[in-house]
Protein backbone atom coordinates (compact mmCIF):
# COMPACT_ATOMS: atom_id res chain seq x y z
CA UNK A 1 0.00 0.00 0.00
CA UNK A 2 1.46 3.47 -0.93
CA UNK A 3 1.97 5.99 2.01
CA UNK A 4 -0.75 8.14 0.74
CA UNK A 5 -3.26 5.77 1.42
CA UNK A 6 -2.65 5.26 4.66
CA UNK A 7 -4.89 8.40 5.93
CA UNK A 8 -7.48 6.34 5.25
CA UNK A 9 -7.49 3.86 7.85
CA UNK A 10 -6.92 4.40 11.98
CA UNK A 11 -4.20 5.35 13.84
CA UNK A 12 -4.65 1.47 15.20
CA UNK A 13 -5.45 0.01 11.84
CA UNK A 14 -2.10 1.29 10.13
CA UNK A 15 -0.11 0.71 12.90
CA UNK A 16 -1.36 -3.36 13.24
CA UNK A 17 -0.90 -3.27 9.70
CA UNK A 18 3.02 -1.90 10.20
CA UNK A 19 3.93 -4.43 12.87
CA UNK A 20 1.69 -7.63 10.86
CA UNK A 21 4.26 -6.74 8.11
CA UNK A 22 6.95 -6.45 10.25
CA UNK A 23 6.68 -10.03 11.59
CA UNK A 24 5.59 -11.77 8.51
CA UNK A 25 8.93 -12.65 7.23
CA UNK A 26 10.47 -15.98 8.91
CA UNK A 27 13.24 -14.54 8.83
CA UNK A 28 12.11 -11.75 11.42
CA UNK A 29 10.29 -14.42 13.38
CA UNK A 30 12.80 -16.13 14.21
CA UNK A 31 15.28 -13.42 15.04
CA UNK A 32 12.25 -12.08 17.36
CA UNK A 33 12.60 -15.84 18.79
CA UNK A 34 16.24 -15.42 19.47
CA UNK A 35 16.02 -12.72 21.15
CA UNK A 36 13.29 -13.15 23.41
CA UNK A 37 14.63 -16.34 23.86
CA UNK A 38 18.17 -14.79 25.15
CA UNK A 39 16.79 -11.27 26.41
CA UNK A 40 19.20 -9.64 24.47
CA UNK A 41 21.96 -10.28 21.59
CA UNK A 42 24.67 -8.93 19.55
CA UNK A 43 23.85 -8.83 16.00
CA UNK A 44 27.48 -11.22 15.30
CA UNK A 45 25.50 -13.93 17.27
CA UNK A 46 22.41 -13.25 15.12
CA UNK A 47 24.69 -14.29 11.63
CA UNK A 48 25.25 -17.52 13.43
CA UNK A 49 21.98 -18.10 14.58
CA UNK A 50 19.95 -17.87 12.04
CA UNK A 51 22.57 -18.75 9.43
CA UNK A 52 21.88 -16.33 6.78
CA UNK A 53 24.51 -13.43 5.68
CA UNK A 54 25.13 -9.85 7.94
CA UNK A 55 23.56 -7.52 5.58
CA UNK A 56 20.80 -9.29 5.62
CA UNK A 57 20.37 -9.72 9.19
CA UNK A 58 21.10 -6.38 9.05
CA UNK A 59 18.23 -5.63 6.78
CA UNK A 60 15.73 -7.69 9.07
CA UNK A 61 16.82 -5.63 12.24
CA UNK A 62 16.00 -2.71 10.18
CA UNK A 63 12.67 -3.67 9.20
CA UNK A 64 12.29 -4.28 12.99
CA UNK A 65 13.42 -1.61 14.64
CA UNK A 66 11.18 0.76 11.92
CA UNK A 67 8.18 -0.89 13.24
CA UNK A 68 9.24 -0.49 16.99
CA UNK A 69 9.23 -4.02 17.96
CA UNK A 70 12.96 -4.19 18.96
CA UNK A 71 15.39 -1.45 20.11
CA UNK A 72 19.33 -1.55 20.03
CA UNK A 73 22.47 0.35 21.41
CA UNK A 74 25.60 0.90 19.82
CA UNK A 75 28.70 -0.43 21.99
CA UNK A 76 32.01 0.04 20.03
CA UNK A 77 31.65 -1.79 16.89
CA UNK A 78 28.59 -3.98 18.48
CA UNK A 79 24.82 -3.38 18.28
CA UNK A 80 22.95 -5.13 20.95
CA UNK A 81 18.95 -5.43 20.26
CA UNK A 82 16.30 -6.73 22.58
CA UNK A 83 12.44 -7.07 22.61
CA UNK A 84 11.04 -3.47 22.82
CA UNK A 85 9.38 -3.86 25.96
CA UNK A 86 6.51 -0.88 25.59
CA UNK A 87 5.64 -1.72 21.87
CA UNK A 88 5.76 -5.24 22.12
CA UNK A 89 3.09 -5.28 24.88
CA UNK A 90 1.27 -3.12 22.82
CA UNK A 91 1.36 -5.23 19.92
CA UNK A 92 0.32 -7.89 21.56
CA UNK A 93 -2.82 -5.69 22.98
CA UNK A 94 -4.37 -4.91 19.54
CA UNK A 95 -3.96 -8.30 18.49
CA UNK A 96 -5.91 -9.37 21.48
CA UNK A 97 -8.56 -6.78 20.59
CA UNK A 98 -8.90 -7.29 17.06
CA UNK A 99 -9.31 -11.28 17.88
CA UNK A 100 -11.52 -10.71 20.84
CA UNK A 101 -13.77 -8.96 18.12
CA UNK A 102 -15.01 -11.69 16.39
CA UNK A 103 -17.81 -13.61 18.21
CA UNK A 104 -18.37 -17.36 16.38
CA UNK A 105 -21.00 -16.18 13.41
CA UNK A 106 -23.91 -18.50 14.10
CA UNK A 107 -25.82 -17.60 11.08
CA UNK A 108 -26.74 -19.92 8.14
CA UNK A 109 -25.24 -17.12 5.92
CA UNK A 110 -21.41 -17.05 7.16
CA UNK A 111 -20.78 -20.80 6.00
Known sequence: MGVTQTHLFTE?????AQMA???AHPARMAILQHLI???SCINGDLVMEIG???ATISQHLR??????????????TRVNYCIHPENWTMLR???QSFFE???NCTTPSCT
Open 12 to 16: EQNKI
Open 21 to 23: KAI
Open 37 to 39: KTN
Open 52 to 54: LAQ
Open 63 to 76: ELKEAGLIQGSIEG
Open 93 to 95: NLF
Open 101 to 103: SYS
